[in-house]
């Protein structure tokens, strides 16, 4: 099931906020918004215990790939090949400390 943060159908959103859920924020449509603000957004309307599993690097046109928190790398695609590729590395300099906080919280959350 696909829903916008904004979509309030009755029947549903009592439901799904009683389930386990793995969100997916494909894109958004206030470019205003970061990609943090979009995930403390879905932690609060949804009161639950959301956590980031991958930090973005970069963002809209300086996007460049993630940050995955569950094996604590980064993560590039390959440009040439539209993203069919992909290559690993560690976190960037300047992404360690927050990386570090948010591994802290999803490791909180899972245990």
Known sequence: MVLSLSQKPTGVWPIITKLPALVSLIRWTVPVLTFLGV??????????????????????????????????????????????TLRGYPVPEDMVEEAKEYREKLLEVCC
């Open 39 to 84: 995930c403390k957004q879905v932690k609060e309307k949804l009161g639950s215990k959301a956590v980031a599993l991958q930090l973005p690097i970069g963002a809209e046109e300086n996007f460049s790939g993630v940050v995955d928190l569950i094996n604590n790398r980064g993560i590039i695609w390959n440009e040439t090949d539209k993203g069919m």
